[in-house]
Antibody
Framework: EVQLVETGGDLIQPGGSLRLSCAASGFTVSSNYMSWVRQAPGKGLEWVSVIYSGGSTYYAESVKGRFTISRDNSKNTLYLQMNGLRAEDTAVYYC????????????WGQGTLVTVSS | DIQMTQSPSSLSASVGDRVTITCRTSQSISTYLNWYQQKPGKAPKLLIYAASSLQSGVPSRFSGSASGTYFTLTISSLQPEDFATYYCQQSYSTPYTFGQGTKLEIK
């Protein structure tokens, strides 16, 4: 079964750092395009970042320079390193497999909550 | 960036109704348009990809269409489990923008 499980969400102070993990099963992360999407409380979906199978990475302007997407092929896991966290980064973070560079997101993980507050 | 204009933002309908949600993009994206359903506390679920292709396992009452920069999601006969929030998303280019969402409520 194809599945994604996110972990790492927490309550963190502004300016802090956090690393989210997304463990995949049923497929190989490194052979796929993988994305992070977030959803602030009561708000819509916002795309955050993508890593292509070849290793190219892209980011939303709102997180560029602060967040880094990466993967560990040996662990079949996707990561999102978040530095310089702000209150507006508070959201549920989902990882999702993308069907190629111009593809749809499926499946999605269950999400992990990041709360940035003092 | 490609802007997405999704309408309506909310919609009240009854079981058995036919409903249509629209999404307009700020530039041509061919058919790189996808639709998702999200229920409270759950992850989004893919319904339609590439504008009109039905994802495996999704009921056939869901359909999508495209005309230029104008895209529609239609539910032919609403069922109780269809009351949820729906999002369009373009996958033509990064940033992969989403529409604002349409909350479908029971009348």
């Amino acid at each position: 079964e194809v599945q994604l499980v996110e972990t790492g969400g927490d309550l963190i102070q502004p300016g802090g750092s956090l690393r989210l993990s997304c463990a995949a099963s049923g497929f190989t992360v490194s052979s796929n395009y993988m994305s992070w999407v977030r959803q602030a409380p009561g708000k819509g979906l916002e795309w955050v970042s993508v890593i292509y199978s070849g290793g190219s990475t892209y980011y939303a302007e709102s997180v560029k320079g602060r967040f880094t997407i990466s993967r560990d092929n040996s662990k079949n896991t996707l990561y999102l390193q978040m530095n310089g966290l702000r209150a507006e980064d508070t959201a549920v973070y989902y990882c999702a497999r993308a069907a190629g560079s111009s593809g749809w997101f499926d499946p999605w993980g269950q999400g992990t909550l990041v709360t940035v507050s003092s | 960036d490609i802007q997405m204009t999704q309408s309506p933002s909310s919609l009240s309908a009854s079981v058995g109704d036919r409903v249509t949600i629209t999404c307009r993009t700020s530039q041509s994206i061919s058919t790189y348009l996808n639709w998702y359903q999200q229920k409270p506390g759950k992850a989004p679920k893919l319904l339609i990809y590439a504008a009109s292709s039905l994802q495996s396992g999704v009921p056939s009452r869901f359909s999508g269409s495209a005309s230029g920069t104008y895209f529609t999601l239609t539910i032919s006969s609403l069922q109780p489990e269809d009351f949820a929030t729906y999002y369009c998303q373009q996958s033509y280019s990064t940033p992969y923008t989403f529409g604002q969402g349409t909350k479908l409520e029971i009348k």
